[in-house]
């Protein structure tokens, strides 16, 4: 089993990093961490070629890499923080550049209509971890949710939603307890 989490905050040792490094903890799986701060992720320019290529995409940056990652992975912990009541942009580029991996033809088909491509992730857990100093995650929850579950099928196991202020993390001892049931929650399902 290998999980992998994804940190969409671009500050090292960020809340939402230190709250995603917790849920893997817990876990006690083998973990992979992507943090996309660290990584050159451009938009998606809506080209179109990853649907008509087999899921090629011609952008040229690390999100090749990520969405070879991601496909090998069997269970997720994706985290990012509140912007302007919502997922960050950096979040935003990477959820639409996983767009590649429906045209694979890795996983079940999505509907009747056959331009939504296929869902590799389908029926893989996975936990969502949002920070926000003081107000408007519950779209960002709601954001990630509509991507990962919605688009992508994963089956979202626990999601954590954590008003930090101008804290650390590391202070916030009810934060870092969810964060470890949330972890245990997703070896839970790994092991099921
Ligand atoms: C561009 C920007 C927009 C933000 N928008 C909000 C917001 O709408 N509501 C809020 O409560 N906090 C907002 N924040 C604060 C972050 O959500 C908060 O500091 C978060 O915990 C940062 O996560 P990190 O430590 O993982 O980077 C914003 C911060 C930035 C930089």
Known sequence: MRIVAVCG???EESNTNKLIRTVAESAEIDCEFIELG???I???TGCSMCMMNEGACPIDDDMQAVCEKLLAADGFIIGGPTYFMDISGAVKSFIDRTMAVKYREIGPQHSEMPW???DPFHGKPAVLVVTV???GHERTVETLKLAFDDCHRMRIVDQLAEIVGMDDVDDLPEALERARAAGKKLAAALQA
């Open 116 to 118: 939504h491509g296929t």
């Open 9 to 11: 905050s671009m500050r």
């Open 38 to 40: 660290a990584l050159n």
């Open 42 to 44: 451009k938009p998606c």
């Open 133 to 135: 100093a003081g107000r």
